[in-house]
């Protein structure tokens, strides 16, 4: 899956909605304007995620009330399929494309019924073959996220996958930290994985702000995903960590300039610099008043702009010649005024 213009942005909602549409709506609506290719959320059947216990990650915990359980927090954050249908519905219509990552086999038999172009595998799921299989069987292209991962993992995840007779896959290198540390990104990982598996691999970020992944599109990356809320003081577990609507925008932006300066590797002068290149390089102008039929000695040479005259590389072939007319001090030296 590639963006018609490039790199493909994914807006990650997620759960940013706090458990209502409307909410879930106004994130579509801000991945709209933002200028993101995607909107993405996340679909789940709580009771079949969680166990009763499970406790709260340590960023969840700091976000949130910190004695209720994993289980109490998701079913809070959960929407259920009529929700789903209603969104996806609404990203049509708005013109966006509606994605979101499914946690159970029920999450994915209903996002195959609402017509997800690609499933979005989440990190926390590379080693759930079971559920990969059961993806993979559903014949849609697989972006799968790769944190907290190693390299053989995701071989293993690859090749369930690739079992199935799916070879469409996509790679997000990923750090599962919320915020991610900036020295634990390890962007080379990209290059890594794109050699080792020969699949496009993207990046899903979860540092705080736009720098790394920008960084990212420089360094290849085919694709970017986000976390963005309506407001990072609002209550919930990934807020904080996401950007806002107008960070977004920004982000979008970005990606796109460095699309546009990345270009075609090929070296050569643009237009802008044609144009310049008479003005700020050099030739070869008379250093002295050089009279007719006098021979030319390295003394009586000098190299100034502009650049419209003899290149300065063509000095030997100018010295020792004789001039056809007198040569005036600081005026350019013609070919055609040479014998």
Same mark, same amino acid.
């Given at each position: 899956?590639?963006?018609?213009?490039?790199?493909?942005?994914?807006?990650?909602?997620?759960?940013?909605?706090?458990?209502?549409?409307?909410?879930?709506?106004?994130?579509?609506?801000?991945?709209?304007?933002?200028?993101?290719?995607?909107?993405? $959320?996340?679909?789940?059947?709580?009771?079949?995620?969680?166990?009763?216990?499970?406790?709260?990650?340590?960023?969840?915990?700091?976000?949130?009330?910190?004695?209720?359980?994993?289980?109490?927090?998701?079913?809070?954050?959960?929407?259920?399929?009529?929700?789903?249908?209603?969104?996806?519905?609404?990203?049509?219509?708005?013109?966006?494309?509606?994605?979101?990552?499914?946690?159970?086999?029920?999450?994915?038999?209903?996002?195959?019924?609402?017509?997800?172009?690609? $499933?979005?595998?989440?990190?926390?799921?590379?080693?759930?073959?079971?559920?990969?299989?059961?993806?993979?069987?559903?014949?849609?292209?697989?972006?799968?996220?790769?944190?907290?991962?190693?390299?053989?993992?995701?071989?293993?995840?690859?090749?369930?996958?690739?079992?199935?007779?799916?070879?469409?896959?996509?790679?997000?290198?990923?750090?599962?930290?919320?915020?991610?540390?900036?020295?634990?990104?390890?962007?080379?990982?990209?290059?890594?994985?794109?050699?080792? $598996?020969?699949?496009?691999?993207?990046?899903?970020?979860?540092?705080?702000?736009?720098?790394?992944?920008?960084?990212?599109?420089?360094?290849?990356?085919?694709?970017?995903?986000?976390? $963005?809320?309506?407001?990072?003081?609002?209550?919930?577990?990934?807020?904080?960590?996401?950007?806002?609507?107008?960070?977004?925008?920004?982000?979008?932006?970005?990606?796109?300039?460095?699309?546009?300066?990345?270009?075609?590797?090929?070296?050569?002068?643009?237009?802008?610099?044609?144009?310049?290149?008479?003005?700020?390089?050099?030739?070869?102008?008379?250093?002295?008043?050089?009279?007719?039929?006098?021979?030319?000695?390295?003394?009586?040479?000098?190299?100034?702009?502009?650049?419209?005259?003899?290149?300065?590389?063509?000095?030997?072939?100018?010295?020792?010649?004789?001039?056809?007319?007198?040569?005036?001090?600081?005026?350019?030296?013609?070919?055609?005024?040479?014998?």
């Amino acid at each position: 899956m590639t963006a018609a213009n490039g790199v493909f942005i994914i807006a990650e909602a997620g759960v940013n909605h706090n458990g209502s549409v409307k909410i879930a709506k106004k994130l579509v609506d801000a991945a709209v304007a933002a200028g993101a290719d995607a909107v993405k $959320f996340q679909t789940f059947n709580t009771e079949l995620v969680v166990s009763r216990d499970t406790p709260k990650a340590e960023y969840q915990k700091k976000a949130t009330d910190k004695d209720e359980t994993q289980l109490e927090m998701l079913k809070g954050l959960e929407l259920n399929a009529d929700d789903f249908k209603q969104l996806a519905n609404y990203a049509r219509k708005k013109n966006i494309i509606f994605l979101s990552s499914p946690f159970d086999k029920k999450s994915v038999d209903l996002l195959d019924e609402i017509g997800v172009p690609s $499933f979005k595998v989440a990190s926390g799921e590379i080693t759930n073959l079971p559920l990969l299989k059961y993806i993979a069987g559903k014949g849609r292209p697989v972006i799968l996220s790769t944190g907290m991962s190693s390299l053989e993992e995701v071989e293993e995840a690859i090749k369930v996958i690739k079992d199935e007779g799916l070879k469409n896959i996509v790679l997000l290198h990923c750090v599962t930290s919320y915020p991610a540390k900036i020295e634990d990104v390890n962007l080379k990982t990209m290059q890594t994985m794109k050699s080792a $598996f020969k699949l496009p691999v993207g990046f899903s970020d979860h540092t705080m702000g736009i720098t790394i992944p920008i960084a990212a599109v420089a360094q290849g990356a085919c694709m970017i995903e986000k976390h $963005f809320t309506l407001g990072r003081n609002l209550p919930g577990p990934d807020h904080k960590a996401s950007l806002e609507p107008g960070e977004l925008k920004e982000l979008v932006k970005a990606i796109r300039d460095v699309e546009k300066a990345l270009g075609d590797g090929i070296k050569r002068p643009t237009k802008g610099e044609e144009r310049n290149k008479e003005i700020v390089r050099k030739s070869i102008i008379a250093k002295v008043d050089i009279p007719k039929g006098l021979k030319i000695s390295k003394e009586m040479l000098d190299i100034k702009r502009p650049g419209t005259g003899i290149e300065p590389k063509f000095l030997n072939k100018v010295m020792g010649k004789r001039t056809r007319r007198d040569t005036k001090k600081d005026t350019l030296i013609e070919f055609k005024d040479l014998k």
